[in-house]
């Protein structure tokens, strides 16, 4: 069995700079290209980058600099309105149902990025009850 490692970029502070006007193209470069140098990726390994809609820029770049060193990026893209639904829409048998896949299927990556999933997570999450937030597994 592979090691697992996890290479865990929260920058939620960056990351409405990243998407603001401010910020240009060479920055998000050169944030990626620091990202994927800390997380040691070397030619062969398998990289899973996730976060939210408000992230594909970076996310893309740090694919990217995945690609030149060797690595091959999977790309797990999340949004406020999936997010919410599975709070308020999905029914309440459905949300307790364990999520076995995920665990076999993160044995084949080497590293996991993870970003900033929710550009407002408080938003997205206003209104959902607590009991509904439990019951998720």
């Not at 997380?39 to 594909?56: E, F, R, T």
């Amino acid at each position: 069995m592979k090691n697992l490692s996890f290479a865990l970029a929260i920058v939620f502070i960056l990351s409405a700079a990243i998407c603001s006007n401010a910020q240009t193209a060479d920055n998000t470069q050169a944030l990626a290209a620091r990202l994927v140098q800390s997380a040691s990726v070397k030619p062969g390994d398998v990289v899973v980058i996730d976060g939210g809609k408000h992230m594909i820029p970076l996310m893309e770049a740090v694919a990217v600099e995945v690609q030149k060193l060797g690595g091959m990026p999977t790309i797990m893209l999340y949004s406020d309105r999936v997010t919410r639904s599975l709070y308020t829409e999905v029914p309440e048998k459905y949300l307790e149902q364990e999520h076995r896949f995920w665990g076999e299927w993160m044995k084949q990556a080497n590293i996991y990025i993870t970003l900033p999933a929710s550009e407002d997570n408080f938003s997205s999450l206003q209104g959902v009850f607590e009991s509904q937030m439990t019951k998720i597994t």
